[in-house]
């Protein structure tokens, strides 16, 4: 997203004149009443315009000093989630559905999943006729299918007994987590009705065109 980026963290990249988190925020179902942030590049921005607490939902924020990957952000936050309670989780650069996402919550595990003609840029899953998840790989190079993880999870504290492998570039993937968890707990794959991702600076005139005619 680079020269964009030089200025401004990704989530803090507008369309529609709102910043991409905002328009994430509005996706929120109302079961969600407080939200962890995990801000690294730039926080300061982030935390100015969203405060302690933004559109009635209460914020905590958390610092990832050292880009390690999705996996180890949830465990930043990890100390903030109830024992008993299954949380939703979503990474911070895409625009999705609210339906989508509120039919994933009524989940007791889950993730929003859709086809894409690049497969290798995104998490590849792999699902039964029933929508039970069989497989699920970070980027691989012969993806075994061209359904995306789009980045919507609906999970539980069960995802913390399963130790994250270290990717080639030194971070660690949620997905491998969820690749040992699937063996020991059932946990379904649900098509969105909508999902832009936003990796290329032309992606936001997409989305901005996209959010216009939805309006």
């Not at 024992?83 to 919550?105: G, P, R, T, W």
């Not at 997905?175 to 009705?193: C, L, V, W, Y």
Request: overall charge positive.
């Amino acid at each position: 997203m680079r020269p964009l980026t030089l200025k401004k963290p990704k989530p803090m990249l507008e369309v529609a004149g709102k910043p991409l988190l905002h328009h994430i925020w509005e996706f929120l179902p109302h079961e969600i009443d407080e939200v962890i942030l995990v801000v690294g590049y730039k926080a300061e921005m982030i935390k100015k315009y969203f405060g302690k607490n933004f559109l009635g939902k209460k914020i905590r924020y958390v610092h990832q000093k050292t880009k390690k990957g999705t996996a180890d952000a949830l465990f930043l936050a990890k100390r903030y989630l109830n024992q008993n309670e299954k949380f939703l989780l979503l990474y911070a650069d895409d625009l999705h559905d609210k339906k989508s996402i509120e039919m994933c919550v009524k989940t007791e595990q889950g993730l929003l999943v859709c086809p894409t003609k690049n497969p290798r840029e995104f998490g590849v899953v792999v699902a039964d006729a029933q929508g039970s998840i069989i497989e699920i790989a970070e980027k691989p190079k012969k993806p075994k299918s061209n359904i995306a993880a789009v980045g919507v999870y609906v999970l539980d504290n069960r995802v913390f007994k399963y130790k994250p492998t270290r990717n080639q570039n030194g971070e660690y993937h949620l997905t491998s987590m969820i690749e040992q968890m699937i063996k020991d707990h059932p946990m379904r794959a649900i098509k969105t009705n909508f999902w832009h991702p936003i990796g290329h600076p032309k992606d936001l005139k997409t989305a901005e065109k996209i959010l216009k005619k939805k309006k």
